[in-house]
């Protein structure tokens, strides 16, 4: 290997455009997140920002752009550059060869799903596809994102490391794709199964018996753990929104987020609904987040993914969803 062999990769490093965000919510009652992207190390005339238009595990195209508002970006000195927004999803900024380019807007969040962002006076959600930008073939670069809580009470969970107080570091842009943020006063229950920590985190107040769900969840993990043969993680987050009505699930690598109606967590029946979405969502971290199709392998956050195996990746999931709470316990054939 020659000298120069060696050298290479730390220079090509040194000069990718570092990606920093800071996620604010001064006002959060406004439903407004106010986002500052700072692109450094950036050389070119030109710099393309895309917002995803789709979120993976959330198939149909979603258009995240539409709640965007106040785009401005300014150069090292501080002097507003031109922008040109070339698609829905699609901004370009004149750089006047500044190195390091601020972004800063809003984006409007009042939809409690589990695929889009909700902030209100009592917490802040977004899915980062339905909230960041990407730099186009730099989709690769560490991303580093800063939370700026409205209250100091307010906490931050999302399964990115921890770097210092309040700042995250996503090694890519699909690894920040797949961690969903929750800040506020959301409850936090930490509990182990196979020597792996977990936490059930929730937001809003129900019926839910927070002990009595942790049992069965634990159950669910063990009988998961022994079909794909252990844990493929060291921690994993059930993110648990307790809304007024409508539920839903959005599977991740080492998170689950989870929408469940707020008084449906009876024993019986409605007890035992909330456990098959659980072991459904908790099934994906395997089929579909660690083995997919090759259609989904690499992601194209511009449009549509087209795949004809989702009868695998949903429908073998959809099938274990009722059988592994059986063979946890949880209930039985009948
Ligand atoms: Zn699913």
Partial sequence: MTQSTVIAPTIVQD??????????????????????????????????????????????????????????????????????????HHWQIQTNHHNNIIINYRMFANELTVR???????HGYFNPAALCFYVPEYEHCPIKITIVPPDPSWRVT??????????????????????????????????????????????????????LAIDDIKKIIEVEAKIFGGLPYEQYIFLLHLSPSGGGGLEHKNCCSLLYPRFSFQAGEKHNR??????????????????????????????ENYTRSLWFSEGTTSYYDLLIPRRAGIYDQQ
Avoid at 116 to 122: E, Y
Avoid at 177 to 198: A, M, R
Avoid at 274 to 302: G, S
Wanted: proline share 7%; hydrophobic share 40%.
């Fill in 15 to 88: 000069c990718l455009p570092k990606l920093v965000y800071e996620i604010a919510m001064p006002q959060p009652q406004t439903h407004l997140f106010e986002i500052k992207l700072t692109v450094c190390n950036w050389s070119g005339e030109l710099l393309n920002l895309k917002m995803p238009v789709w979120t993976p595990g959330s198939y149909l195209v979603r258009e995240y752009a539409k709640q965007l508002q106040d785009f401005i970006a300014v150069g090292d000195r501080g002097d507003r550059l031109a922008t040109t927004k070339f698609a829905k």
């Fill in 274 to 303: 909330f456990m098959q979405l659980v072991a459904h969502e908790f099934f994906h971290l395997w089929n579909i987040k660690r083995i997919r199709p090759a259609a989904l392998e690499k992601f194209d956050y511009e449009r």
């Fill in 116 to 122: 889009t962002n909700h902030l209100d006076a009592t």
């Fill in 158 to 211: 999302t399964p990115l490391p921890e770097i210092s107080p309040h700042t995250f570091l996503a090694t890519d842009f699909d690894t920040l794709v797949d961690s969903p943020f929750e800040i506020g006063c959301q409850q936090i229950y930490d509990f182990n199964v196979l020597d792996k920590s977990h936490q059930l985190v929730i937001w809003g107040e129900g019926n839910l018996d927070p002990q």
